[in-house]
């Protein structure tokens, strides 16, 4: 008999009302573990023991408060290769991504413990005479975190860490497709010098858990990362209390290929950004608008590329690219494949499901050529490895092309030009550019986020983080004259 790996609740760790199975799916035989589910009444009681414990929390010292975050992050880093290990297990992402992922949220959590001490006010003169003024920000209280399956430790690291060093309390809900790795969290913050209560894990269904987390009176706060339905109905909820909200959501990113770029590069970059992550990436490069003077040497290469990408178990040395996370994103990736040839496009290679050693969800890396914008492959994401072609005959023309989505959270060119890269920097419509770079790849210091329906409210990571996991306080202050 397995164990169920518990919850932890305002404190303690609970088994809650049932449990979920967590297989790998590269390999279906193979149980990762058995999942308590929290139900509602647990919820409340989390709640109520945050509230209480962030006052505690915020009352900490600085140091004390850093210490807590860079050990977290310090264990996280060590144990990278464990932790790796486990996330690529149920997650399905190459080992050597599990690995850079979880050292990636370690240093989420140690670049936190740092701003801890950066918290600088602001002070102004008063139009009346005889009074100063302080700006100050202040915790928001207890926030709720929100995580999806794709890259389970990092995004919630990059909200659980904010929270905690701008004096928060946390309660998360992460993706049941991922437990694992949530457990594994959890177990390393729940050991820290924290009060009772403080971050709470509540693993559950989305639609029941995690909807009444959204909609619970006692939450102040919301950073959720998902599909733009789910952000949709979260964002009914957050206003109908006036909860604070941070949403980061799909995309339909873009790389533009110059006839000024290096095709060697624009090729690798264009292959990463596109399958990387088997292409369940937000930062996915999933339209390629390629200049028609390169069009042809870029495509040749380009499938010999993905052509030639392994795909296989996670955990198996050499494998390029895992299985996809569910059967149901593999049945939904595979609607996609003969949708886009419905609608005309050519599919140059891959996009189909292929068999290994172990049974799991595996799909070969599928391009397709002959495509236009308006076509549904380029207008909806597809959170798959799959990635399409869009011949332009212009500069002008591709930029146009990449603006033209109601998506906006990153924009790539491969270009030699500076006049080019300067003016593209400037007028794509999105949150980060990226300029001989793959779409995908983001630093941890330095804002993250999009436009349009990629994103909704204040922008996560680096400093900006502090817009929203802390509300602003505008004190007047009359001394008076001393005696
Ligand atoms: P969802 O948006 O359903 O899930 C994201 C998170 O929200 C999960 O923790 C989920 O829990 C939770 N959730 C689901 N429903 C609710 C709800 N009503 N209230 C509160 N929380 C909820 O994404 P999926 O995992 O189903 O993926 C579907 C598609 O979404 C993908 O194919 C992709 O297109 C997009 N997506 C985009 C991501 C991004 O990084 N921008 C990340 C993940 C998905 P649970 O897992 O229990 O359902």
């Known amino acids: 008999m397995t164990d169920i790996k518990p919850n932890l609740i305002a404190g303690a760790w609970s088994t809650g009302v049932g449990a979920i199975e967590n297989y790998n799916p590269s390999n279906l035989t193979d149980l990762v573990g058995l999942y308590a589910q929290a139900s509602v009444q647990e919820l409340d009681t989390a709640v109520e023991a945050a509230q ?40 399905g992402k190459p080992l050597a991504e599990g690995k850079g992922e979880v050292y990636r949220a370690g240093q989420f959590f140690t670049y936190y413990a740092a701003e801890v001490l950066r918290q600088l006010g602001q002070n102004a003169q008063s139009v009346r005479p005889g009074v100063d003024i302080d700006i100050r ?18 995004t919630a690291s990059w909200k659980i860490a904010p929270a905690l060093a701008y004096g928060n309390a946390v309660i998360w809900k992460p993706a049941n497709a991922t437990p694992a790795s949530a457990q594994a969290l959890a177990e390393i913050i729940a ?42 109905g979260i964002a009914q909820a957050a206003v109908g209390n006036f909860t604070k909200l941070q949403m980061e959501m799909g995309s339909k990113n873009a790389l533009a290929v110059m006839d000024d770029g290096d095709l060697d ?53 050499g494998t390029q690219i895992g299985p996809v996370v569910s059967e149901a994103q593999l049945k939904e990736n595979l609607a996609w494949v003969a949708k886009g040839r419905a609608e005309g496009a050519e599919l140059a290679c891959g996009g189909e499901e292929v068999e290994r050693a172990t049974k799991g969800y595996y799909m070969t890396p599928g391009v397709f050529l002959n495509t236009t914008n308006t076509m549904e492959i380029n207008r909806e994401e597809l959170f798959a490895p799959l990635t399409a ?75 900006a983080a502090a817009e929203f996991y802390t509300t602003v306080k505008t004190a007047y202050i009359s001394a008076g004259l001393p005696e």
């Not at 977290?72 to 790796?84: D, Y």
């Not at 709720?144 to 389970?152: D, E, L, Q, R």
């Not at 987390?213 to 959720?224: K, T």
């Not at 072609?389 to 906006?408: C, M, P, Q, W």
Request: with cysteine; proline share 3%.
């Open 52 to 91: 209480v414990a962030q006052v505690e929390w915020a009352a900490y010292g600085l140091e004390r408060k850093q210490a807590v975050l860079n050990a977290i992050g310090n264990e996280m880093m060590a144990r990278a290769e464990e932790l790796g290990t486990l996330l690529s297990r149920e997650e």
């Open 137 to 154: 920000r202040e915790p928001v209280g207890t926030v709720a975190v929100i995580s999806p399956w794709n890259f389970p430790t990092a």
């Open 191 to 232: 050991r820290q010098d924290i009060p009772k209560g403080l971050f709470s894990l509540v693993m559950g269904a989305g639609s029941d858990v995690g909807q009444k987390l959204v909609e619970h009176r006692g939450i102040n706060a919301i950073s959720f990362t998902g599909s733009v339905p789910v952000g949709r």
């Open 265 to 317: 590069l624009a090729v690798a970059v264009a292959l990463g950004g596109a399958f990387g992550g088997t292409g369940q990436k937000c930062t996915a490069s999933s339209r390629l608008v390629v200049h028609q003077a390169v069009h042809d040497a870029f495509v040749e290469k380009l499938v010999a590329g993905a052509k030639a990408m392994k795909v296989g178990h996670a955990l198996e040395e």
């Open 389 to 463: 072609v869009i011949k332009v005959g212009s500069y002008d023309e591709a930029l146009h092309t990449v603006n033209d989505t109601r998506f906006g959270l990153t924009a790539g060119i491969v270009t030699r030009s500076l006049a080019r890269a300067s003016d593209f920097r400037a007028r794509a419509r999105s949150g980060c550019v990226m300029v001989n770079l793959a779409t995908a790849g983001t630093d941890y210091h330095v804002p993250f986020g999009g436009r349009g329906e990629s994103s909704y409210g204040p922008r996560e990571q680096g400093s």
